[in-house]
């Protein structure tokens, strides 16, 4: 059964090194999300792709994350430049259609740890 | 303050409890889900609703629009329900989720 899969499950860079973290939706789902849970925080949302277009990219911290979504399909989310405050659980979901009308598939997560 | 509020923060039960956790918003939502997450685990979606009462299994999920408040019900309770539930709401108009704080719930043999 095909869920959300991200990549990589687990990754340790070195502050100031540039990040692809992967996310790989459920296939026909049009809307992806990305979203970001720092430790002892609560999860916040990063951007949102209906389709391969980014309506809404209010929540990216600054210009240093970056996403696109290719085919309607990939999503990547590109953190370059990487800070110590960047370290957090980065997970994407997908669902069917946009507008809080069908569930949220999330993926796993990736754990990024920038020393 | 949080637009979403949970209650309580954290609550610990024996087996077989029924339990209840609150969540309340602020502002109009056009859905409102109950979100479950083990320990290193992802999360896994329980209920999306816009009105009224769903059930699945064990657990019960209801919504008061008027009051704007959800509960989530767990009945007999059982340890692999330990988890944090966490609420979330798509405001009108706004795909993004808001999310609570997240309710802590250990369940003892």
């Known amino acids: 059964g095909a869920g959300v899969s991200q990549s990589p499950s687990n990754k340790v860079t070195e502050k100031g090194k540039d990040v692809e973290l992967r996310c790989d939706p459920i296939?026909?789902?049009?809307?992806l999300y990305w979203y970001r849970q720092s430790l002892g925080q609560g999860l916040e949302f990063l951007i949102y792709?209906?389709?391969?277009?980014?309506?809404?990219k209010s929540g990216l911290p600054s210009d240093r994350f970056s996403a696109e979504r290719t085919g309607g399909s990939v999503s990547t989310l590109t953190i370059q430049r990487t800070q110590q405050e960047d370290s957090a659980v980065y997970l994407c979901a997908s669902s069917l259609v946009t507008g809080g009308n069908s569930p949220l598939h999330f993926g796993n997560g990736t754990r990024l740890t920038v020393t | 303050k949080n637009e979403v509020e949970q209650s309580p923060q954290n609550l610990t039960a024996q087996e077989g409890e029924f339990i209840t956790i609150n969540c309340s918003y602020s502002?109009?939502?056009?859905?409102l889900h109950w979100l479950q997450q083990h320990p290193g685990g992802g999360i896994v979606s329980l209920f999306m609703?816009?009105?009224g009462k769903k059930k699945h299994g064990r657990l019960i999920a209801t919504i008061n629009i008027q009051e704007k408040h959800s509960s989530l019900h767990i009945t007999a309770s059982h340890p692999r329900d330990s988890a944090v539930y966490i609420c979330a709401v798509n405001h009108f108009g706004n795909e993004k989720l808001t999310f609570g704080t997240g309710t802590r719930l250990t369940i003892i043999p």
């Open positions: 609703l816009s009105s």
């Open positions: 296939s026909g789902h049009t809307a």
């Open positions: 502002v109009g939502i056009s859905a």
């Open positions: 792709f209906q389709g391969n277009s980014a309506p809404d």
